[in-house]
Structures are given as C-alpha cells and as structure tokens.
C-alpha cells in the first residue's frame, strides 16, 4: 500500500471519527475518561514531580467547573504531578487584576503559573455544541508563555451524563483545600507546596510559620517572586494592626494607626517586609499590587512620601487598580490633605462603584474636615455593599458622636461590637458616648471590656478612673489613675486627676507629690502651679503657696483667677501692699469690675491710707450702688474724723439694707463723735 493510500484511509477514519462524535448524543467518552486521558496526556508530556496550576476550567456553571477540575487535580495528582492548591487561585487573580470567568490568555496563564511556582498552566472548557459536549483542555508552558499540549474529546451527552450534570450543578460547593496532598498536612518538599502551605498558615493569622514556609519556597526557587511577595505581606501583618486577613491571604486589611509610636523591633520588620516587596518588583517589576503592597508598609512607617512614590507607580501601571488609589488616599488623609484623599477615594468609587472600603475611607476624610452629615452618608453606603462591615459601623458612629447624637452613635457602636465582640476601640468611644449621656455604669462597663481585651492599655484605665471620680468614687479613680501611671509613667493627665481625687479626699500631702510630678513633666503649665499653690494654702503654708502663684502668673499674667488665688494668701499674711499690687493687676484686667475697686480700697484701708481707699470706694459706687461701698467708705471718713459724710455714707448704706444693725450702730457712733 502506498504513502497516498496510507493518508487517503488516514483521513477517512478521521473524518468518520469526527461525524460519529457530532451525532447523537451517546456517542463519546464519558466526562470521567475524557478527565483521565488529559491526565495521562499531561503527564507524559511533563517530568515526574512538575507542578501544574489549574488556572480555570468553563462550563455551563460554576459547580460543574470545580467538579472537574477537582478529579483532573486527584487524576495528575495519582500521576505523580503537583498541583498548586486551587483554594489560592482567587487571591491570585486578585494579585493579577485578572477576570475569574472566561478564558485565560497565554499570557495571563503565563503570570498565573509565574505567581503560583508552576511550571504549566492548564485551562479547560465543557460546550454543549448541538446537543453534544466538546471537552478541551490546554497546557500552557509557563517559561515559553505557549501552548505545550491540545487535548480535544468528545463527551456522551447522555442520559447519565445529563443526570450527573444536573446533580452537580445542584449541590452547594465551595472551593476547599485541594484533597489530593493536602498543603496543610502534607509534609511540603518543592518550592510550590511551601508555598502553598504559607498562604494556608497566613490565612489562619499563623504568620511566623507562614514566614518559615516562604523563606523555604523562596531557598528552593529564588525567582519565585510570590514567594517574596507573601513573606513580605506576612512580616508586615506581623508587625501591623491587622483588622482583617483575606480569604488565602489575599490581602490584609490593617489600621493604619499613626498615634502608636513604633518599636524598634517593629521598625526593623518593616525593613524586612520592603526588602522583601522590592525583591519581588526587582522580579516582576510589572506587578502593580507589589508597588501598592510596598507602599502600604511605607505607609505603616510613617514614611509617606516614599509610600505616595509606590502608589504612583501601581497607577501609572494599571490606571484602574482601584486599591492603589484607596491607599494614596488613606496616606493624604494622614498628611492632612482630605481633599486629595477624597479625590482617590472618588476615582477608586468610579473604578469600581462596590468597593466598599473606598466609600468608607472617603467617610473618613469628610468626618476628618468635618463634613459629618457627607461622613454618613459614605459610611451608610458602605454597609448598604457589606452589612457585616463592623468598621463602618465604628466609622459612623463616631461620625454621629461628633455630632452630639449618641444615642445614634451607641445603636452604630453595638452593631460593631455585635459583629466583631473584639473591636476594642468601639467599647471605648462607645463608653464615651454613655458618659456624655449621664450613663457612668455603662460607661465604667464599657471601659473594664476594654481593659480585658487590652490589659495594657493605659487610656481605657483613665477613661475609667475620670467616670468614677465623675462618680464620687474617689479611691477606685485613684486605682486606675495609678495604673495608668504605671504603664505610662510620663501620662501627665493621669498624675494631674490623682492629684484632684487626693483634694477630694483631702491629703494635700499626696496631691502635692503628684503636682510636684506634673510640673516635673511638663514645667510651663501655669495651671498646676496655681493648683500646687491651692494645695498648699489649704495646708496653710502661705509662703510656697504665694511662690506657685507667682509662677502661675509669670507664665500666663493675663489670668485673673491666679491673682485671686495669691490675694487669698497674701489676706491670711495681712500683706496689704501683695493685696494692692494683685488687686490693681485685676483692674487693668477688668476696668469695670466695682468688687476689685472696692477690694483695693479695703486694702489701702488696713493700710490706713484712706484717702487712697475712699477713691477706690468712689470708683466701685459709680459702677455699682451697693450698701457694703458706702459702708465702708463711710469707715474711712469715719477714721479721717470727717463724721459729716460718714453719716451721709451710712444713712445711704442703711437705706440700701435697713435690716443691718451694724450699720445702724455705726451711725449712731458718727452721729455721737459729730
């Protein structure tokens, strides 16, 4: 037989191959061998060991889709070939900025495998063409970004084949952990199962052996660029305030909190978590979520401008990576500028209308100029897409907080608390509300959930303390002032209210100990010089009282009240002249003020220059008609002899207050002397 016969027959068996397959629909293989016989394609086509990534599979649903490419994983798995665990295979579309449905490019599938440590991407479809299923599959060559291998079959269309369709596409299914060498239990041994077993660790919050895991990955395969990339975002969830971790890791949600002062020990992790992000730029330096990833560890450092430079950069390489815009706009609202900040998070909403955080960070940046009424209004909208977002509960009710709204601001707070109980910043302003409210039982409760979610947080213990000495209860506030004290031995404000609750309880001994401690921490602080001195007045200790006074005053000398107090003093030591000075600085304060005036006259009186004192008198009656001015204006006539307008003055005072005997007896004195 001849090389023309030969092809002649060839092509006949195939084109009768070809219209069997497309008539009728039992004729084909079944769904379960067109999966082995791709599976032993592959791997013959592949060495023993190499890693493979299922990147997508189409059919007529999703539970179909998982279905198969569950048994082709268990098939190549039995084949000797590794599978990245499909659980990862969302959070790596997310890295990508890829679609889920659909197919999947050469080149996409070439990013997949490259992210996932695989050496081939396989991609699949089930069509129902005619009443007939068409089952392919492509292996895509991860290092060549080409196809590698073809499988076309056609499956039965039959009524089994219908009926199992029609099961699976009922039953309720998730992507689990791959089955088949599980990542967690499996003793990992290529760069791929480390890898794949990390992101199983991150997930679960386990970031020190997620940490381990990479750092293997990366030994094995030190072009890995997730590898880097994972321990990175890893090290910088170890270090951060993390409220939230993504479904296989697929992200971190974290508090950017620029009130906390950082370790030095944290600081050197963050360092770690950069070299590692730049590390995996260096690699795939295309990667727009890298750049984001970076600059939000920049962000946590409080280096800003280097973290605005990486965001610029996610965004000049995909002008739609929505999160790179979110987290600019979170490092604007830092720096102060919320205009700017509403601007990304607006771009980031027209990106992309459901994500959530962006609507809820605007709210934050409108609550931040105080624009409450937008606030809500953003944060309002953010529940609308996620109702079991607990932060926008918090966000919102603080909004209504600032507003003096409490009691809206509490129903948002216990919302939050009902969706995460741990959320320690929502009992704490939670408590703030009830005390504004007059409610100091629930505040005090509020504040002690605090205290044992947190131990060591030294402002739930002042909250605390400040509502029981509100209450009364001075010995439990001066408890939990000294707590705090003893986790912030420098918390000024905690020494100062000791020092009150000791007033209350009258040991001027301790308050002066704490006050002596205040002036220690904070040397210009008029006030607690004045509430020394007070301390020491009430001790009778005039001297030191009068020297903090006078500290007082030479640091805010336009406060009269530190003028009266030292006036206080200088009256227990008869110190007419300190009287007079002190009294005269509260005219040149208060020109108007007729007590001062009169005051000051008493003064010059017990220095018997009464003609200084009758002009006080004078001065204070022209403010204000009062019977003591006339009175003792009518004393100092009296001293001078000059008895006439004596009885003028207290004839005046008498008829201002007729009941007083005093002035009576003194009239009757002038009266007898004239």
């Known amino acids: 037989m001849n090389r023309k016969v030969i092809a002649i027959i060839i092509t006949a068996f195939v084109l009768l191959f070809i219209t069997c397959a497309s008539t009728g629909g039992g004729t084909g293989l079944s769904l379960m061998d067109a999966i082995e016989q791709t599976a032993v394609k592959i791997a013959e086509d592949l060495p023993k060991g190499s890693r493979v990534a299922i990147a997508a599979f189409e059919s007529s649903n999703t539970n179909l889709s998982n279905y198969v490419m569950e048994e082709l994983t268990g098939a190549l798995f039995d084949r000797g070939i590794e599978v990245a665990d499909r659980q990862n295979l969302e959070y790596v579309y997310k890295e990508l900025n890829l679609q889920m449905s659909g197919d999947v490019s050469d080149e996409s599938a070439k990013s997949i495998g490259k992210f996932l440590g695989a050496s081939t991407v396989i991609t699949g479809q089930l069509i129902d063409i005619s009443g007939a299923y068409r089952y392919r599959t492509s292996a895509v060559s991860v290092e060549e970004a080409a196809r590698s291998s073809v499988t076309r079959l056609n499956v039965k269309n039959d009524k089994e084949t219908q009926r199992m369709v029609v099961a699976i596409a009922k039953q309720q299914t998730a992507v689990k952990s791959a089955k088949y060498g599980d990542s967690q239990n499996k003793t990992p041994d290529t760069a791929g199962t480390f890898l794949d077993r990390g992101i199983l660790l991150a997930s679960q919050g386990e970031f020190a052996l997620a940490i381990e895991d990479f750092t293997q990955a990366i030994k094995l395969n030190p072009s890995l660029s997730s590898a880097y990339l994972l321990r990175g975002r890893a090290k910088f969830a170890s270090v951060a305030e993390v409220l939230s971790i993504g479904e296989n890791f697929k ?103 459901s994500k959530e955080s962006a609507y809820n960070n605007r709210g934050n940046a409108y609550k931040a100029k105080g624009d409450y009424d937008r606030a809500i209004a953003d944060y309002s909208q953010a529940i609308k897409l996620d109702t079991n977002y607990a932060y926008a509960y918090d966000a919102r009710g603080n909004a209504y907080f600032n507003k003096g709204d409490y009691d809206k601001a509490i129903a948002d707070y216990n919302q939050a608390i009902r969706l995460n109980p741990n959320y320690k910043s929502t009992y704490e302003f939670r408590g703030h509300a009830y005390f504004n409210k007059g409610d100091y039982d629930k505040a005090i409760t509020d504040y002690t959930q605090l205290i044992r979610l947190d131990p060591n947080n030294a402002n739930a213990y002042y909250c605390r303390g400040y509502v029981y000495a509100n209450k009364g209860e001075n010995d ?172 003028t003055d207290y004839t005046k005072a008498i008829q201002l207050d007729p009941t007083n005997s005093t002035y009576k007896q003194k009239l009757e004195n002038a009266r007898q002397k004239q």
């Open 251 to 353: 992200g971190v949600g974290t508090n950017v909190n620029t009130g906390r002062q950082l370790k030095k020990e944290e600081q050197q992790v963050y360092e770690q978590a950069i070299a590692d992000f730049t590390e995996a730029i260096r690699l795939d330096g295309n990667n727009s979520a890298i750049y984001v990833e970076r600059g939000d560890a920049y962000t946590d450092k409080r280096d800003y401008d280097k973290a605005i430079a990486d965001y610029n950069q996610a965004i000049r390489l995909n002008p739609r990576n929505s999160r790179a815009y979110i987290s600019r706009g979170i490092v604007y609202n830092e720096k102060g500028d919320n205009d700017k900040a509403i601007s990304d998070y607006s771009q980031a909403i027209r990106i992309d209308p």
């Open 476 to 647: 439990k506030a001066i408890s939990d002032y000294t707590q705090v004290i003893r986790l912030d031995p420098n918390n000024i404000d905690a020494f100062y209210n000791r020092g009150i609750s000791y007033i209350n309880k009258g040991d001027n001994d301790k308050a002066i100990i704490d006050y002596t401690q205040v002036i220690r921490l904070d040397p210009n602080n008029a006030d607690i010089y004045s509430r020394r001195g007070l301390s020491y007045l009430d001790k009778k200790d005039f001297d030191r009282a009068i020297a903090d006074f006078a500290q007082a005053i030479r640091l805010n000398p336009n406060e009269g009240i530190y003028y009266s107090y030292r006036i206080n003093a200088y009256s227990e030591k008869k110190n007419f002249d300190g009287l007079i000075a002190d009294y005269t600085q509260l005219i040149r304060l208060y020109p108007n003020d007729a007590v001062c005036y009169f005051r000051r006259g008493n003064a010059y009186s017990g220095k018997k220059d009464y003609d200084r004192a009758i002009a006080d008198y004078t001065q204070a009656i022209q403010f204000y008609s009062h019977a003591d001015y006339y009175f003792f204006r009518g004393n100092a006539y009296f001293e001078k002899k000059d008895y006439a307008r004596a009885i």
